[in-house]
């Protein structure tokens, strides 16, 4: 990013997501969320362009892209479905994890297949009686000769029985966070479940589910990183995360944005279109003046998470704060212009509402947001 403007290939980058999604998503969306399909094609179609490892390491297979660029592909999706683009940011952040902190044994026998879609990956931290407090969990690991032996749940876990590729945080120590090793588990090792499909929303071109793991042996070789590091690990994946839910969040608005737009200019109500009516024109002005000031700090701080910036953290913070909350603003004004159409599935606005109302809870509630935000002021 050259000062306030995109490189030129960054706007190509751009550019091929937004074909991409006019072309693969946008049409079908609709039809996905009314009939709670899983577009795992399309997923598929989309790592063939390299946006299923968009900063996994080209050593490994991935196209060895920053933060930034990964926002803008993120953004572009989401603008056709936030929950398909979402799906796709969470598999990037397995394949990451395992990319940036796996052995090259691990790396190997996991990662062509992701990279290529041809395997899927869920990020398994939440569990049923720790959310925001993540460093409470109590899926357990026991290390039993070159084996690790996992008891315990994972909850929300997008991809869950879907998927074959579960990135799971498990305690193999003491209390809090430094007893916490991430793991990676097979969909077929013996004794992984699967809960049934939540009923969520939104998001719902996406499977959900709780995994559940009885004494299910998993060799050692499947650690990423070293006992104790998993908390660690598990939170640097989380700032790129924040990043791209931020992204889904600004897209959607965007599409919301657009749409009120024309809206407005096509109906006409006392004679005149409502978007000759300056109390219409405000709220579009406000819009998207929220909209962009939101997307301008999501890319400002993408570049710092790409630099390693010492206040990474704090600004992929603010920035999914913000981004989430003004899109979710956003999206609910475009709906109110929309009056009672707006209200009608016969219009995406009221689909794009659904699915940007989980961004402020998920990657970190915006509540927990804010702790972190102080947190890192009060180091100064």
């Not at 550019?15 to 009314?34: G, S, V, Y």
């Amino acid at each position: 990013m050259t000062q306030f403007d995109l490189t030129e290939d960054q706007s190509a980058i751009q550019e091929m997501a937004r074909r991409f999604t006019a072309q693969a998503i946008t049409p079908h969306a609709a039809e996905w969320d009314e009939r709670h399909l899983f577009p795992r094609d399309v997923v598929k179609a989309a790592a063939e362009l390299g946006f299923g490892a968009i900063y996994v390491s080209e050593e490994s297979g991935g196209i060895g892209l920053g933060r930034l660029e990964a926002a803008l592909i993120m953004e572009a999706m989401a603008y056709g479905c936030p929950s398909t683009s979402a799906f796709i940011s969470i598999h990037n952040m397995a394949a990451w994890m395992i990319d940036r902190f796996g052995s090259a044994e691990l790396k190997a026998a996991y990662l062509p297949d992701m990279v290529a879609g041809e395997r899927l990956g869920s990020y398994c931290l939440t569990e049923p009686g720790s959310g925001s407090d993540a460093a409470a969990l109590k899926t357990r690991a026991v290390r039993d000769g070159d084996d690790y032996v996992v008891s315990g749940s994972k909850a929300f876990i997008s991809g869950g029985g879907e998927n074959e590729i579960y990135v799971t945080m498990v305690r193999t120590g003491e209390d809090g966070p430094n007893g916490i090793s991430a793991l990676v588990i097979d969909k077929d090792m013996a004794g992984v479940s699967f809960g049934a499909n939540e009923r969520k929303l939104g998001w719902r071109s996406q499977p959900t589910r709780q995994v559940n793991f009885d004494q299910v042996r998993v060799p050692s070789r499947n650690r990423i990183g070293a006992e104790g590091e998993g908390f660690r690990i598990a939170m640097a994946g989380l700032d790129g995360g924040r990043l791209n839910i931020g992204a889904c969040s600004v897209g959607g608005a965007q599409r919301c944005l657009d749409e009120a737009l024309g809206y407005t200019r096509e109906r006409r109500q006392f004679g005149r279109a409502i978007a000759d009516f300056q109390a219409t024109q405000f709220t579009l002005a406000d819009m998207e003046t929220e909209l962009q000031a939101a997307r301008m700090l999501l890319y400002a701080a993408a570049v710092k998470v790409s630099e390693g910036a010492a206040d990474r953290t704090r600004f992929a913070a603010m920035a999914k704060r913000l981004a989430t909350d003004t899109g979710m603003a956003v999206v609910d004004r475009a709906l109110q212009l929309h009056g009672g159409y707006g209200y009608l599935q016969d219009y995406p606005v009221e689909r794009f509402f659904r699915d940007l109302r989980v961004h402020r809870i998920l990657e970190g509630t915006n509540e927990i947001m804010r702790v972190i935000i102080a947190r890192e002021m009060m180091k100064a």
